[in-house]
């Protein structure tokens, strides 16, 4: 359920930390901590409080969208997930989508898909970038930079091999919006290529 800033200032108990104060003291945690599970859980809760568009003010304030980068770049593969999954909910803010489709960030995301085998972290890759292409602030030149051939040949790919029918299925219907006949790359076991040979005339 979406929150309103009145109901935030209801939910707050007397004494107790305002929400804008508790999320920045959710990325200094991440910063200060050695803990990697508590990275893990300050990341969950980040994830968690981009869900509800009333905090993407907070969160963008407070650097999370920073914490989200630094965790596509980690090698664990909870922070990784939390990252990306951040970012779902957060990308149709209008300065969060500049954050997450510039350059070197959005490069991050495509290396994570095409590295990883978490089915997870896949589903998540493709329901992100499936929302920015069908942003409203998505202009055709963005959309040419997102969807490239090598991400459409990933996502081709996953929709043929993979085993999880929610990436299976989400990714079938990225390539059916954003794929064309001629940027997808079909395994060719699965294609019937039929080569017809048009003889020789034979003068009498």
């Excluded at 969060?96 to 089915?119: M, P, V, Y």
Aim: net charge negative; proline share 3%.
């Amino acid at each position: 359920m979406f929150s309103s800033h009145a109901h935030l200032k209801r939910r707050t108990p007397e004494g107790g930390i305002p929400r804008p104060d508790y999320i920045e003291h959710l990325v200094e945690e991440y910063y200060t901590t050695t803990d990697l599970e508590a990275k893990e859980q300050v990341t969950a809760n980040l994830t968690n409080f981009a869900y509800d568009p009333i905090n993407w003010r907070y969160l963008k304030e407070a650097g999370a969208l920073d914490v989200f980068e630094d965790c596509v770049k980690s090698p664990n593969e909870r922070l990784q997930l939390h990252a990306i999954a951040g970012y779902c909910n957060i990308c149709l803010d209008h300065v969060a989508f500049k954050f997450i489709t510039n350059i070197d960030a959005f490069a991050q995301i495509s290396r994570l898909l095409h590295a990883t085998e978490a089915t997870d972290i896949q589903l998540n890759c493709i329901a992100l970038l499936y929302q920015l292409l069908s942003a409203y602030s998505c202009i055709q030149e963005q959309k040419s930079l997102i969807a490239t051939p090598c991400l459409l040949k990933k996502i081709t790919q996953l929709r043929n091999e993979s085993t999880d029918l929610r990436v299976k299925n989400i990714a079938t219907l990225f390539c059916e919006d954003f794929g064309t006949r001629s940027e997808e790359v079909v395994d060719s076991k699965n294609v019937l290529t039929t080569v017809k040979t048009v003889p020789k005339s034979v003068n009498n």
